[in-house]
């Protein structure tokens, strides 16, 4: 950083001082929700509560400033080098998005979050969706105004995309699933109509001693690449990729004794996100040119890691040894074809974060288009819970039995995250051309992987994608590493191989 | 607190909000630290570092706003009840203090700290005093600057005494620490003159396995009443008290293989401290009503409870059982007497934080000669190496063979912590004078203890001291609890009784 700094003129100083300010503010906020997840004992949420929402509030302050917004503009008026042009153009994004949108109605929407998110757990446990009907029409009510504020080109819905994904809308998402619709639905039906071995799925039901899927999991994590002097492995409900910035990158997942491979996968899914957050260029720390791009992009990392390899007979070759060795009793008549059938098979199921990588496609396609006709007024909230079952059948030949299983499944609407569901698909397309780049780019790849080293991918992921950081768009980022510009082709040819005939 | 707000005028409630907010700011940096103490991995240290400094600037823009200043005189002008009247005279006692230090004062207090804390590391390991001695001259020259900044009434060491407990001034020190050491050296020659037996000394150096010493830790952690819902129990490299308020008060402790009674009093002298944070008063949660009062009383917690109780044989009737029934190996031919003597025998050394609690006053009281001479300009900085050999050879007739286990041996001064180390003395007096006036308002208090019921106890402390908070001054608290202004007396007494013939 000190470079950058001692290159840039007087403004640019008091600029970047405000831009890292602001990162600092951030990975407060970011270790506070790591802590809450992670360490908080349970009566010191409501504080945990206060101090996040001060935190945030300091950020939107200090972001939507005058003062900040007069220091945008003096540096967008200098002639500025290649680093500095990004990092004005990534703040002046964030700055512009910040003060369009009100405080009155960012305020709104945090406490109707809050509130909804109560209705939600509640409606959720006991399957009742008419309940919690009035929050979402609030919610959704509440991002289309959002919406509005924020300006859009033809459809409202593009504003939210574009928040999660920057360059996203309708138009790109709509023609990328439907691609994707056309080919997995049918891919489902033939991997479906095989019949599942039981040698292939019973070897996972079995005990497996909690410090041992440590022990296995941190060998494998360590394998992947992780630095473990800037980042932590934990245990929270749910696993996430948080913590405080790159140097300071923490990963959870959760342990049970009769599914290591839930686990297991989540944690290489994690460890995905963590190699992206470590791998971030150190020179520009605390400026958008060492912060992820987009969720997008983020997924990809984790889900190439999780699927394309994790999943891969390749990896396996050289880590089922190791797998049983480590549970010798468990896995005392399986044989690697059987343990891969078994980490891969296609189930139609109605949950989506069960889900495996074919059906869970659908399942986000299913949410898009139920986002999507709500922002268009073709769809009413009261309808969402018939029009899920209704699309489940279709898609998924599985109805939901309640709301529980069905509409109420996902906390993202409770907490205004409308427009984010996308984002874990084209996390699916982006890893999979990119895998596919590799795959071209280090011919003797896979042959390195079979052999235990992941150290040419992790290598080839943070030379290519890792080190941009925010300096060009996820789009941008996708063309300048394979050549062309985002696609399903390669995510269909991988799942067509992977599950096709 | 919501009713304290609903009582209020709409000035007090916008006074009330702004307090909550530096609250929450403070203990955003509790957790921060804590953190960094016992979770964050090395690389996070540098990011940490700004991370703090920015909270801890925010906290002291925000104390010191003009705007801050003004809701402050409209309260007081204001007619103010029974709570509102101390919650505005402690939080102007902050605001006066803090614009009276300018920024810049705080600023270069600030770098000179970490550059001296720096310089500190390695002249002590070097064993090298006048390496570190300008880094000292420089550290004493800012407190004297920050001193005249506060005002003082007749010594410019007032100012810092009572900066870490309020009312404390040289006058009263002085007296105290002089009938402590009159009483102390005889003790200490008495003591150390009886013959140590080997039986009650060689059980405490043989192996204690980390498990079951944190399992009986933490039983008696529980038996003095720590609410696990509102606290954690971690390890640190330098035991401590921290966290994030009152309902997420977490503890550390380090644990040693051949050392066990070094964690274990540790885990009940942090628990001391817990137990006050978690006594005080929720109804005023985010007000000076809801904090702690002094350092001093704070430490009156955790050595009453590590010392008058934890070192007594009442307490170990009830433990030393226990404790053998978690290591019968290691204590089979141990008796309760020998145990006793192991954990109380007096010992002259040269290191203030090993030191027994009858010569640890001896050390504190050279420490408060030493900073007392430098402020009254009757020692130079440059001869702190000889006087505190001088003074070693005086009081406990050990001598250091090097400035790394004497004048360099605590971090404080070079952190900037000048008339801190006072308190800890305090601690010792008013928890002697509230353990006797225990005795006294509940009889059977040491029936109770000797039957493992700890609960009276703590419900006594949280009662005439926890729950008070700020709302009297700490000399004022010890009166309103014992019919008495602060005394060496009971100190004395309890000493004599415990070491003297």
């Known amino acids: 950083m000190s470079l950058l700094i001692s290159s840039s003129s007087k403004t640019q100083q008091a600029f970047l001082k405000s831009v890292h300010e602001l990162y600092y503010l951030r990975t407060v906020a970011g270790l506070l929700s790591w802590d809450q997840e992670t360490m908080m004992p349970p009566k010191g949420a409501e504080s945990r509560a206060k101090q996040l929402s001060l935190i945030s509030s300091l950020h939107h302050q200090r972001l939507t400033s005058p003062q900040f917004g007069e220091l945008l503009s003096q540096i967008q008026a200098e002639s500025l080098d290649a ?11 964030d700055y512009h998005r910040a003060v369009k949108v009100p405080i009155r109605l960012v305020q709104e929407m945090t406490e109707t979050a809050s509130l909804a998110y109560d209705a939600w757990t509640r409606a959720r446990q006991q399957a009742d969706f008419d309940s919690f009907a009035p929050w979402l029409e609030k919610v959704f ?52 109509g095989k019949r599942t071995d039981e040698r292939s799925i019973s070897w996972m039901r079995t005990s497996y001693p909690l410090p041992l899927q440590e022990r296995l999991g941190r060998e494998i994590v360590r394998a992947m690449g992780m630095d473990w002097t800037a980042g932590r492995l934990d245990v929270s409900p749910h696993p996430f990729c ?4 790159p140097n300071d990158v923490r990963i959870t997942t959760r342990y049970s004794e009769n599914d290591f491979m839930s686990s297991l996968f989540g944690m290489i899914h994690e460890t995905g996100h963590a190699l992206y957050e470590q791998g971030l260029d150190g020179q520009y720390f605390g400026t958008p040119l060492c912060d992820t791009v987009s969720l997008g992009i983020h997924e990809s990392q984790s889900r190439l ?27 005392k008549s399986l044989n690697l074809e059987d343990f891969y059938r078994g980490i891969n098979r296609v189930e139609r199921s109605l949950i989506r974060i069960d889900a495996d990588e074919l059906t869970y496609n659908l399942h986000i396609v299913l949410r898009f288009e139920l986002e999507q006709g709500i922002f268009e007024n ?14 489940m059948r279709g898609y998924l030949h599985v109805v939901p039995s309640h709301s529980g299983e069905g509409v109420l499944q996902d ?21 999979a051309q990119f895998y596919h780049q590799a795959n071209k780019d280090i011919p003797d790849l896979r042959a390195q992987i079979r052999a235990g080293n992941l150290t040419p991918l992790r290598q080839w992921l943070r030379e290519k994608i890792h080190r ?9 980022l996708v063309e300048n590493v394979t050549g062309e510009p985002p696609t399903v082709d390669y995510f269909i040819k991988y799942l067509e191989e992977k599950f096709g005939n």
Chains 1, 2 share one sequence.
């Open 141 to 192: 009510a509440l991002k289309k105004e959002e919406a509005r504020c924020l300006g859009f080109e033809k459809n409202p819905y593009d504003a939210h995309l574009d928040d999660y994904e920057p360059g996203l809308n309708t138009k790109i998402a709509e023609k990328l699933f439907a691609q994707l619709r056309k080919k997995v639905v049918p891919l489902v039906e033939y991997a479906t």
């Open 411 to 431: 906390v993202h609407w409770s907490s205004g995250l409308v427009g984010y569901f996308p984002t874990y698909v084209l996390g699916n397309l982006y890893g």
């Open 468 to 476: 941009h950081g925010r300096r060009y768009s996820a789009a941008q």
């Open 83 to 93: 680093d500095m042009q990004p990092i004005a153009r990534e703040m002046a994004r």
């Open 305 to 331: 890691w999780e699927n394309q390899v994790g999943r891969s007979r390749d990896f396996w070759e050289f880590w089922f040894p190791h797998f049983k060795e480590t549970f010798p009793e468990q896995t």
């Open 378 to 391: 073709q769809l009413a909230v009261k309808d969402l819970d018939a029009v899920w079952k209704e699309k």
């Open 242 to 245: 948080g913590g405080a910035g």
